[in-house]
């Protein structure tokens, strides 16, 4: 092969056996090609391990076209194709992962929502608790009035002695109405409450309850409204509204024990992109109602909680820790949101986004004094459905007392049959949560089939919306909430009658 080198039979003895017939094969081809040469194989050292090398060179040829010698160069690659095949197995095992990417992280994805579910169960279960436990314990405490005056009445009528009882029938009528006012906030927060949208100016409202902010929060803190010019209605419960702006302006009063400032301020925003996603709303434009302290703030801990149902940092005995879980359900209930920012002692500012109506505010809310109704006895027949027999009772009692002629049934079975009678009806009164295979709304519909201008006034212990048909109440029809005064229950009768 040449006089400087080896012959090939040298080269052959020491090439690994796996790679002498590539070897022989490369000779061979490039003997017949008479091209260049490159290959590579393992040979075999003098302390007996192998290594690769890579041969690269020419054939050398007689005259007459016999090959005399491989003249060329040997490389040392062993460590080039250690790199290589590491380079192949780190390339092998990316593709790999690339092929089950896809499949790895939808099981960790559903192992996160998993973990986040049983985390939302944890936190919901936690405040079902502190909500059933504070729940009973303030409706104890107003069963044990109401049920105390009850007995005290029967004991002191039964003696004949009549002077204390008025006395427990105004303490019985008080904790009804704390318990029918605890029933609200609990809807309020739990998004079921009745609420009577109504085009609405914030400028005007908050106007009307400046005197009673300043008189509440006392003379110790400055309460300033700031309005704005062109300010967007809102489609809204306007007295929900207030209550809500009180709650907001207690809590900023209990805030400041040694006075201070409570700022309200109605501006236009329009709320997009990372401030919507930030408040996690809709991109659109809202009516901002903002109420500002300058107390002692909120740590990032109460904050996270301030809008649970019972939570409250005061003390036992003033407070229910419903009044911002209340604002919050209304605020949502209504469209909007309700956001805090506040910094340990600098204050807090809470804000209420309400969704801008299009039309026009026409309706006076700080006008809250409405003239008494004038009651006649007319002896129109109303017809009253209702699945519990003490309400029944009371509702034909009080109406029969007005002069009114009532008819019976006690669920929308026979409701209906009497709708779909000869019977004269002038107004139904039902209840919404009804047995007899239709609830309230839907017996109403079926009564109209054949008396198409019924009037009707669905009364309900809790919001049926979807039941009642949310916001979509025929003409002639009225949404009255148990428990219910009696001259609230006169003046929507008189009211449904009179339309």
């Known amino acids: 092969m040449g006089f400087d080198g080896l012959s090939l039979e040298?080269?052959?003895?020491?090439?690994?056996?796996?790679?002498?017939?590539?070897?022989?094969?490369?000779?061979?081809a490039v003997i017949t090609s008479g091209r260049v040469y490159a290959h590579q194989y393992r040979v075999?050292?003098?302390?007996?391990?192998?290594?690769?090398?890579?041969?690269?060179?020419?054939v050398d040829r007689a005259d007459d076209g016999t090959p005399l010698s491989f003249p060329g160069v040997l490389i040392n690659v062993d460590e080039r194709r250690a790199v290589a095949a590491e380079r192949d197995r780190a390339t092998a095992a990316l593709r790999s992962l690339n092929d089950t990417l896809e499949q790895r992280v939808a099981a960790r994805t559903a192992e996160l929502m998993q973990a986040e579910e049983k985390l939302r169960q944890s936190q919901k279960?936690?405040?079902?608790?502190?909500?059933t436990g504070g729940l009973a314990h303030d409706f104890n405490n107003l069963l044990a009035g109401i049920s105390g005056a009850l007995e005290l009445m029967n004991t002191r009528i039964a003696q004949g002695r009549w002077n204390d009882v008025d006395k427990y029938i105004v303490t019985a009528q008080g904790a009804a109405k704390r318990a029918a006012a605890l029933t609200h906030r609990l809807?309020?927060?739990?998004?079921?409450?009745?609420?009577?949208p109504q085009p609405t100016d914030v400028n005007r409202l908050m106007k009307g309850m400046t005197d009673l902010i300043q008189r509440t929060v006392g003379p110790s803190i400055v309460v300033e409204t700031i309005g704005t010019i062109g300010l967007w209605p809102t489609l809204v419960d306007a007295s929900q509204l207030e209550n809500a702006l009180l709650n907001l302006c207690i809590n900023a009063r209990d805030a400041m024990p040694d006075?201070?400032?409570i700022t309200i301020e109605a501006d236009n925003q329009w709320i997009e992109g990372d401030v919507a996603r930030m408040h996690d709303m809709p991109e659109g434009h809202y009516l901002s109602l903002c109420v500002t302290d300058t107390g002692t703030g909120m740590t990032p801990d109460v904050i996270a909680k301030a809008f649970d149902p019972f939570f409250t940092t005061k003390p036992i005995g003033q407070g229910t820790g419903l009044g911002l879980s209340m604002i919050y359900g209304f605020a949502n209930q209504s469209g909007g949101r309700v956001r805090i920012q506040s910094q340990v002692g600098k204050g807090t500012s809470i804000s209420l986004y309400l969704p801008r109506y299009d039309g026009t505010a026409t309706r006076d809310e700080s006008d809250?004094?409405?003239?008494?109704?004038?009651?006649?006895?007319?002896?129109?027949?109303?017809?009253?459905?209702?699945?519990e027999p003490t309400v029944r009772m009371l509702l034909t009692d009080a109406l029969g007392d007005l002069g009114y002629t009532l008819i019976?049934?006690?669920?929308?079975?026979?409701?209906?049959?009497?709708?779909?009678?000869?019977?004269?009806?002038?107004?139904?009164i039902t209840d919404v949560g009804l047995p007899g295979g239709m609830n309230g709304r839907q017996m109403a519909d079926a009564g109209r089939e054949v008396r198409p201008h019924l009037k009707t006034l669905f009364i309900t212990g809790y919001a049926e919306n979807a039941a009642i048909g949310d916001e979509q109440l025929g003409p002639g029809m009225r949404v009255l909430t148990k428990p219910f005064a009696i001259d609230a229950l006169a003046a929507r009768v008189q009211e449904l009658m009179s339309a």
């Open 10 to 28: 040298q080269v052959i003895a020491t090439v690994h056996p796996e790679d002498k017939q590539g070897l022989i094969d490369a000779i061979n």
């Open 44 to 58: 075999r050292r003098a302390d007996g391990l192998y290594y690769w090398i890579e041969a690269n060179g020419r």
């Open 125 to 131: 279960m936690e405040a079902v608790g502190q909500l």
């Open 187 to 196: 809807l309020a927060f739990s998004r079921r409450q009745t609420l009577d």
């Open 259 to 261: 006075g201070g400032r």
């Open 368 to 387: 809250v004094h409405q003239a008494p109704f004038e009651f006649t006895q007319s002896g129109e027949t109303i017809l009253i459905v209702d699945d």
């Open 408 to 428: 019976e049934a006690a669920d929308s079975l026979a409701g209906l049959k009497l709708l779909r009678s000869d019977v004269h009806i002038d107004l139904l």
